[in-house]
């Protein structure tokens, strides 16, 4: 409980005002003695016990009741919920998730849960901690710590915009860790407002463990998680897999292939209108939805022939979540898709090359060549999608390790296999540890793999890669922060198969634990899972290369200098600030420096359209050790954080004085009393 006038409460002595003019009737008293009072004295001896207790309860009653008066003027507020029974904390951090979900909105108000927990929260600091304690925002697109001068900042500043990026949870929780560990915050509480997307959170990351332990190490430190963890199961999201431009002697046209999806099923197929806008000419088509997903494979859209580059995007109609409701895209020459394997393992490159030159697009084109590690400089670093590299990881100062950074800090993709003599040489934070060798003549299996994202995600078909059937003979061990795509069955230990490096800046960075190849595993022999791998990372790489490219909103989608790029899909490109431009949605032109004719297409991450969310259990596990609290909220709900509880304490004055009144009331008489009274 806290109070909005705090100061008023120094006024509780004055409940001590009953007791005191209790004793000073006690001095006024003169005790003399009187023959006769003895037999009165000697016969109320056996109630003297009750009329004591009467007396002390009269007493107690008048002293709260006027300590509940000082309450009342003091205008406490409700529920323990905001922890400050101590006073207001040194310092409070809050911390906002801004990813593209957060924008589902409540149609009839068309407040998105980030706008309702902003003011939510607002409000509460204003009530609550006043301007007591210093306020610091960190947010989910950025990640830098901006002071605030008052509550009302939070409603004002870029900083709290809407984004269509992705959130990381834990990294958002790191930064708050190393600002008060910096700046030695003293007494925090850490405000974290959310909405529990567990691809947002990761809660089976490795993270979560070392940021536990670092809180409690630091004394005074609050969590308040205040979350919007609502869905709308009828919620569509749409986007686009693939764009193709195709051209015969009478027509152009471009192919797409579209996907819809429903948070869950419909019991009848239903059609679904799509807007289909390129170069500013919008086209209208209707799709069947059955089930929770529709895939329309190669949509043709004629263009004229003259159209060889451009710009476009398919739009579903208006719903509770506008962020997964439009997808842009560019078209030009498709780039060729170049990889180059790195490894002097005849065994292990011969597969890997027959792979990646496997054509899985007829309309692209495919080279990949050998190289050992000492030719490594011979590498096309600006036209390679994908490098697979399995030899010893380079020294973190070489000049070939300062190119793969620049490679995956670029978005192309970069896959590690174990080389034959593991050392502890780091890459993105991991390294390979040792050799391990499945139990007895049976093979180790994936137990568990992420299908519904990423590498081995399941087929545009819907149906799942058969992951589950690769057999592993040997692996090599892995240590680091890294998010896990596949782990092997319990005879291995559970040990990672695929991971993706965790750091912002190497996403595109993949650590493959077996080889292929006799007496390693089966990824040779069966070989649908490793081609489906190997053009996934191949097709993600090249979307950093050509004239025209798809990028994923973040902070860095656009460089080093995102005033350099002009939106082409708004009337006012202005209107949107520079620093905003990376983390929305939608189609941008470099205006300046090289490549000015490079055309990008920016869009949310598709992991934004997961609707799973995290349990109460999970999160009692993601803070176990920490002093937290849990505050649900909905956009229907907009209950206030706190509420004034003065009319609570008036009502328990006025009970304490009608106890006090009944407790003074003499004692009835009896019939005999009134009988013997005189005539």
Same mark, same amino acid.
């Given at each position: 409980m806290s109070f909005l006038a705090p100061i008023l409460l120094f006024g509780l002595p004055l409940a001590l005002i009953p007791i005191i003019v209790h004793l000073i009737h006690l001095l006024r008293r003169k005790r003399v003695k009187w023959a006769a009072m003895m037999f009165l004295l000697l016969a109320q001896r056996t109630n003297k016990?009750?009329?004591?207790?009467?007396?002390?309860?009269?007493? *107690?009653?008048?002293?709260?009741?006027?300590?509940?008066?000082?309450?009342?003027?003091?205008?406490?507020?409700?529920?323990?919920?905001?922890?400050?029974?101590?006073?207001?904390?040194?310092?409070?951090?809050?911390?906002?998730?801004?990813?593209?979900?957060?924008?589902?909105?409540?149609?009839?108000?068309?407040?998105?849960?980030?706008?309702?927990?902003?003011?939510?929260?607002?409000?509460?600091?204003?009530?609550?901690?006043?301007?007591?304690?210093?306020?610091?925002?960190?947010?989910? *697109?950025?990640?830098?710590?901006?002071?605030?001068?008052?509550?009302?900042?939070?409603l004002d500043i870029p900083q709290v915009g809407p984004t269509d990026t992705a959130a990381d949870i834990p990294s958002l929780m790191q930064g708050a860790l190393d600002y008060m560990t910096t700046n030695q915050t003293g007494r925090t509480d850490v405000w974290l407002v959310s909405d529990l997307r567990q691809t947002d959170w990761n809660p089976a990351g490795g993270r979560w463990a070392a940021l536990r332990g670092a809180f409690a190490t630091l004394q005074g430190v609050k969590f308040q998680v205040l979350t919007y963890a609502e869905t709308q199961p009828s919620d569509l999201g749409i986007s686009v897999e693939k764009i193709v431009r195709r051209e015969?002697?009478?027509?152009?046209?471009?192919?797409?292939?579209?996907?819809?999806?429903?948070?869950?099923?419909? *019991?009848?197929?239903?059609?679904?209108?799509?807007?289909?806008?390129?170069?500013?000419?919008?086209?209208?088509?209707?799709?069947?939805?059955?089930?929770?997903?529709?895939?329309?494979?190669?949509?043709?859209?004629?263009?004229?022939?003259?159209?060889?580059?451009?710009?476009?995007?398919?739009?579903?109609?208006?719903?509770t979540s506008p962020s997964d409701n439009l997808y842009h895209f560019v078209f030009d020459a498709p780039a060729p898709l170049k990889s180059v394997i790195v490894s002097t393992d005849g065994e292990v490159s011969t597969p890997l090359a027959a792979a990646l030159n496997a054509p899985a697009d007829s309309s692209r084109t495919y080279a990949s060549s050998i190289l050992p590690a000492t030719r490594a400089?011979?590498?096309?670093?600006?036209?390679?999608?994908?490098?697979?590299?399995?030899?010893?990881?380079?020294?973190?100062?070489?000049?070939?390790?300062?190119?793969?950074?620049?490679?995956?800090?670029?978005?192309?993709?970069?896959?590690?296999?174990?080389?034959?003599?593991?050392?502890?040489?780091?890459?993105?934070?991991?390294?390979?540890?040792?050799?391990?060798?499945?139990?007895?003549?049976?093979?180790?299996?994936?137990?568990?793999?992420?299908?519904?994202?990423?590498?081995?995600?399941?087929?545009?078909?819907?149906s799942a890669l058969p992951v589950g059937e690769v057999e592993v003979q040997r692996w090599c061990g892995l240590e680091g922060e890294s998010v896990p795509f596949a782990r092997l069955d319990e005879t291995a230990e559970k040990a990672p198969l695929l991971v993706q490096a965790s750091a912002d800046d190497f996403r595109s960075t993949y650590f493959l634990t077996a080889l292929p190849g006799s007496g390693q595993s089966s990824l040779a022999r069966d070989g649908v899972v490793m081609f489906a791998l190997l053009h996934r990372a191949l097709n993600e790489g090249s979307a950093s290369l050509g004239n025209a490219q798809q990028r994923t909103a973040g902070p860095r989608a656009l460089g080093e200098d995102p005033g350099a790029w002009t939106r082409l899909d708004i009337e006012n490109p202005e209107s949107i600030l520079p620093l905003d431009r990376p983390l929305r949605a939608g189609v941008l032109k470099r205006s300046a420096g090289a490549k000015s004719d490079l055309l990008i297409a920016i869009n949310r991450p598709l992991t934004e359209d997961a609707t799973l969310t995290l349990g109460k259990t999970t999160l009692d596990e993601v803070f176990a050790g920490l002093d937290w609290r849990l505050l649900e909220r909905t956009l229907e709900n907009e209950k206030s954080l706190t509420s004034e509880i003065w009319r609570t304490f008036l009502i328990l004055m006025a009970i304490l004085l009608i106890l006090e009144a009944l407790l003074c009331m003499p004692a009835p008489k009896t019939a005999a009393e009134f009988q013997s009274k005189p005539a």
């Open positions: 016990g009750l009329s004591k207790l009467r007396q002390y309860l009269i007493l *107690a009653f008048r002293v709260m009741a006027v300590a509940a008066i000082i309450f009342v003027v003091g205008r406490p507020l409700a529920g323990g919920l905001l922890g400050l029974t101590g006073g207001a904390p040194d310092s409070v951090i809050i911390l906002l998730d801004r990813s593209a979900s957060m924008e589902q909105q409540l149609l009839t108000t068309g407040t998105s849960k980030r706008t309702a927990g902003l003011r939510n929260l607002t409000a509460a600091i204003k009530d609550a901690y006043g301007k007591r304690s210093k306020l610091v925002l960190i947010d989910s *697109a950025s990640l830098q710590p901006v002071s605030l001068e008052t509550a009302d900042a939070l015969t002697s009478d027509k152009a046209e471009l192919l797409l292939d579209i996907r819809l999806k429903r948070g869950e099923p419909v *019991a009848e197929p239903i059609q679904v209108p799509i807007v289909i806008n390129i170069n500013g000419v919008t086209s209208t088509m209707k799709a069947e939805l059955k089930g929770n997903q529709a895939f329309l494979q190669a949509q043709s859209i004629p263009i004229d022939k003259t159209t060889l580059r451009g710009w476009g995007s398919v739009q579903l109609p208006a719903d400089a011979e590498i096309t670093w600006e036209e390679t999608s994908l490098i697979v590299w399995q030899e010893v990881v380079p020294d973190p100062e070489s000049p070939v390790a300062k190119q793969l950074i620049a490679h995956v800090k670029a978005g192309r993709s970069l896959i590690f296999l174990p080389p034959t003599t593991p050392d502890d040489t780091a890459f993105a934070g991991l390294h390979w540890t040792k050799w391990g060798t499945a139990a007895g003549d049976k093979p180790s299996l994936a137990s568990w793999w992420r299908s519904d994202a990423g590498l081995l995600s399941g087929t545009r078909a819907g």
